[in-house]
């Protein structure tokens, strides 16, 4: 384990598909890698009680949620052979269709990245305290749990 | 002794504030969580998680005096 101190993950808002693809072709410089895996969580438009989502207003525990993020990441880096990998999640409002989470795991070989990139995703959801406030088109709302 | 408690989610809407101050004699977490179940009664009815300087703690864990947080259930993604 690494002393680095934790970067911030966090972005306000959705997160862009042009943030996306920057990311993408940011790495065209870094030519051992073979495979790159890509999970995005999208806000999804449930229909609960009659009532559709419109959208989630995210909130977090900034500092233990950034070291959460820190430890998932050197824990993936002891586990798998990665190159490198990001990972980012909004905060505030994120409208039904709009990104909230991105993972970018690359490696020099394929296998290795499916592998990660669900030992990342199931880490953040089980481990970070985010916390995720579901708003209704009436303006009502519910508190979102992962499961 | 004082510790900063701060709360997160569903909780803010049982205390109204997302940070306090609160003092307790010490002992361990359970002694607080009975400090702040008197002054909030909705708050045993909400699920939540406790961390002491950013790590999950247990009732029987003993109080440091460092920053507490009230966690309800984790939703990211």
Redesign the interface.
């Known amino acids: 384990m690494s002393d680095k101190k934790p970067k911030n993950a966090f972005r306000q808002g959705a997160i862009s598909s042009d943030f996306i693809g920057n990311s993408i072709y940011k790495h065209q410089t870094k030519t051992s890698i073979g495979a790159h895996n890509i999970f995005l ?1 999208q806000v999804r438009a449930d229909e609960i009680n009659g009532k559709i989502v419109s959208a ?1 207003e ?4 900034e ?3 950034n ?1 959460k993020f820190h430890d998932i990441r050197e824990a993936a880096f002891e586990k798998f052979e990665l190159t490198c990998m990001h990972i980012y ?1 909004s905060l505030g409002t994120v409208k039904a269709g709009e990104i ?2 991105f993972v970018f795991v690359s490696s020099p070989r394929r296998k290795v990245v499916f592998e990660a990139l669900e030992y990342i ?1 199931e880490a ?10 579901e708003i209704f088109e009436d303006s009502s709302h519910q ?4 499961n | 002794m004082y510790i900063t408690v ?1 709360y ?3 909780i803010v809407e049982v205390t109204n504030t997302q940070e306090e101050t609160i003092e307790v004699a010490g002992g361990h977490v359970s002694d607080l969580v009975e400090v702040l179940n008197s002054k909030y009664d909705q708050l045993e009815n909400k699920d939540f998680q406790i ?1 002491q300087n ?1 790590e999950l703690v247990s009732l029987e864990t003993e109080l440091t005096g460092l920053e507490i ?1 009230l ?7």
Do not use: R, S
């Open positions: 969580g989630i995210y909130t977090a525990y500092d233990m949620a070291q999640h909230c989470l995703v953040i959801k089980d481990e970070v305290p985010v916390f995720g406030k508190w979102k749990v992962n | 701060k997160f989610g569903q961390a950013q947080a966690l309800p259930p984790f939703a990211g993604g």
